[in-house]
């Protein structure tokens, strides 16, 4: 791997850390610095989308886990931010806890259940693991709407309160980013941390050969079935901050369409990349708000019925085509192209 000039690696602790260099350090303070002055220059609109990408920040990396890291495929990652989502306001709403104490309890819900769907990659892989959990994606949100309305709402939309911390309200969009960000900036660190643990090695063994991990003593069964635990723990942690965000929940937001946004999201920044996966987020959620900015223009060039089919099927079209290019042109997503741009600059201005 290439190292910045002058920079060596004499012991295991050197090769595995993450800022080698002091201007590394500077570059990451003042990009934190940078990121906390952030409301005060932008404006509403972008910042609300700046805590939509911060809260699938939060989501993608649990996807990172599960599918990048251990290869294990998740079809149900929408319905287990639900999970998350719903917990959390059922035990706001309903008992009174407080968002900081519901929150906790809600993420850890939302993780059991993932290791209960997560139990068929104990017998199965591949595509049949994918339809295992896209039964997770049918049943929990039929789970929601059917059984005890009365205390999830059904198909209705029940409001959520602000967190409060020693008298601060995260009422606001501006309030809420510091909120979102800081679970972003932990989520993100938490997991490039685990990925070079011996959890992460053990993951990666499993997901290039998991016969050959076995082989070398490493416990699969145990290893996929903890994938699946903490890719829920931060889904459910992320369906917190998307109720936090909105303000209210909506089984809608957990729907289908969700589970394959992510692991778009996942397919375009690149497999098994950190940076790759928040890039892979900025990229789609850009996309998403420029595929419905261009929808209604497009459409006026068309019959009102036919028009309106146009309107609002814009965005998966550009979303399927967008993966597709990915698929053939660049399957190592945009970590990839951020990879050949560090050798480029670090070699700069010498060819080789």
């Known amino acids: 791997?290439?190292?910045?000039?002058?920079?060596?690696?004499?012991?295991?602790?050197?090769?595995?850390?993450?800022?080698?260099?002091?201007?590394?350090?500077?570059?990451?303070?003042?990009?934190?610095?940078?990121?906390?002055?952030?409301?005060?220059?932008?404006?509403?609109?972008?910042?609300?989308?700046?805590?939509?990408?911060?809260?699938?920040?939060?989501s993608i990396m649990g996807l990172h886990i599960l599918t990048g890291l251990t290869g294990q495929i998740s079809l149900g990652h929408g319905a287990f931010m639900g999970v998350g989502a719903y917990a959390m306001m059922m035990l706001m709403n309903l008992t009174g806890f407080s968002f900081w104490l519901a929150m906790p309890l809600a993420v850890l819900t939302s993780g059991?259940?993932?290791?209960?769907?997560?139990?068929?990659?104990?017998?199965?892989?591949?595509?049949?693991?994918?339809?295992?959990t896209l039964a997770a994606q049918f049943i929990i949100p039929w789970t929601i709407i059917n059984v005890r309305p009365d205390l999830t709402g059904g198909t209705s939309t029940l409001t959520v309160d602000a967190p409060n911390l020693f008298g601060f309200a995260f009422s606001s969009q501006q309030r809420i980013f510091y909120l979102v960000?800081?679970?972003?900036?932990?989520?993100?660190?938490l997991a490039r941390n685990l990925q070079r643990s011996k959890v992460g090695r053990a993951f990666v063994a499993i997901r290039d050969n998991d016969l050959a991990a076995e082989i070398m003593g490493v416990e699969i069964f145990r290893y996929k079935l903890?994938?699946?635990?903490?890719?829920?723990?931060?889904s459910g942690l992320g369906g917190c901050l998307l109720a936090v965000w909105m303000g209210a929940v909506n089984v809608d937001s957990f729907l289908l369409h969700e589970s394959i946004w992510y692991l778009g999201?996942?397919?375009?920044?690149?497999?098994?990349s950190v940076p790759g996966a928040v890039f892979g987020v900025v990229f789609i959620r850009f996309l998403e708000i420029v595929s419905q900015s261009i929808g209604p223009p497009i459409a006026g060039f068309f019959p009102d019925a036919i028009g309106a089919?146009?309107?609002?099927?814009?965005?998966?079209?550009?979303f399927g085509l967008v993966i597709l290019l990915f698929l053939a042109y660049e399957p190592r997503g945009l970590a990839h192209r951020w990879e050949i741009f560090k050798h480029f600059y670090r070699r700069w201005p010498f060819s080789h």
Do not use: H
């Not at 960000?181 to 660190?189: D, N």
């Not at 089919?309 to 965005?315: D, L, T």
């Open 112 to 132: 059991l259940v993932g290791l209960f769907f997560g139990l068929p990659s104990l017998r199965i892989k591949g595509f049949y693991l994918a339809m295992a």
């Open 309 to 318: 089919a146009v309107k609002s099927g814009i965005s998966p079209f550009i």
């Open 226 to 234: 903890l994938a699946f635990f903490i890719c829920s723990l931060y």
């Open 265 to 272: 999201m996942i397919i375009v920044g690149g497999l098994g």
């Open 1 to 58: 791997m290439w190292r910045p000039c002058g920079t060596f690696d004499d012991t295991y602790e050197k090769d595995v850390t993450i800022m080698r260099t002091a201007a590394q350090w500077a570059v990451t303070i003042a990009g934190l610095v940078l990121l906390g002055l952030l409301p005060f220059l932008l404006g509403g609109g972008l910042i609300t989308t700046l805590n939509l990408i911060g809260v699938s920040v939060v």
């Open 181 to 189: 960000m800081a679970f972003a900036v932990i989520s993100v660190i």
